[in-house]
């Protein structure tokens, strides 16, 4: 035995050795600062938001970078360099705002003064303004007539059977791609009446988590529970991968909504111009477009969708209130709209005479 323990104590032992501390570079001043708020924002902003952020800062940096600026603190020369640099790239507008916004909040955290506040920011964004359109590309909607059609021609199977439950559910609830993929079994209530209703718990402008209640139809509830009894569902998240044809996996990625709604799309023969603006967005605006045709009030729908104000509704409903503004009413009312069926070449081709 102590021969043993001798032939062990021959082993090298630097591993066990305690070693002085390498010493690390100390971080001060805003670095310091800003690397203490990134700590302090963990939990206190969304992971995706947190996210956005680093990228949207890791642009400005190169910007900065490739012209031998400083980005922290940054001139406002710089940033305004920098606007007009995305403008020629056609970047949106939208993004462009939140680019802007980040760098604000990045000086702010370092405890800088913000150069976003500064003439040269306010016009530069003033300019990009009168030089592009502020108006965003809208997702292709996907409202109850698609999702009805796909329901009637999906066939069975385990994929039916999910892509059914998904869109009933992302269409009622109007959830947004990472409320919908973190639905939980436990948060819906399956009612006697053969209705139901889901609680989003967490929503993007939900920050305190109070969550929204969601009605859900029978057909819907019909759906929800064939899917749910098909893949062997009892707890957890609701919506899984698929492994093959009939493997259940983990939960859905946030990601691969996008991509199921458009072989949706594709499966129900829409135009591929219109696929290509399908998004996970499209179930929240096909259901708006149709609580807006069926005269449902703005406060109800904003409540619906858990927006904080009607401008979204109002932006994904504009195509349906067009055929109710002043001029389709006046054109209603004074028989502009009635049908006529009149040939084209019945119309009078022939100049008028200049008046005098």
Known sequence: MIDEMKSESTFPTAEFDPKPPVPQPLLKGPLAALLQWQAMAEGAYSPNSLRAQKADGAIFQAFCESRSESYLPADPKTIRAFIEDCVKAGKKPATIKRYVATIARVHIAAGLLNPCSSEAVRLGLKKMGRETSSRQDQAHPLGWKEIKEFIDSAGVGLRADRERAMLCVAYETLARRGELVALKVKDIDFHPDGTGIALIRRGKTDAEG???????????????????????????????????????????????????????????????????????????????????????????????????????????????????????????????????????????????????
């Open 210 to 356: 109070q969550g929204r209640s969601a009605y859900l139809s029978r057909e819907t509830v019909r759906w929800l529970k064939i899917w749910l009894d098909h893949a062997g569902i009892s707890e957890g998240t609701v919506f899984r991968r698929l492994i093959g044809q009939h493997q259940i996996g983990g939960p859905l990625n946030p990601g691969s909504i996008a991509p199921i709604f458009k072989r949706v799309a594709q499966w129900i023969g829409m135009p591929e111009r219109f696929i290509d603006q399908v998004s996970a967005h499209s179930t929240r605006v096909g259901a708006t477009q149709d609580l807006a045709a069926l005269d449902i009030d703005l406060a109800a729908i904003t409540q619906a969708g858990g927006w904080k104000s009607p401008r979204m509704p109002l932006q994904y409903a504009e195509k349906i209130n067009v055929g109710r503004s002043g001029m389709a009413r006046a054109a209603e009312k004074t028989g502009r709209d009635l049908s006529v069926d009149m040939p084209l070449s019945s119309v009078s081709t022939a100049p008028r005479a200049a008046s005098s």
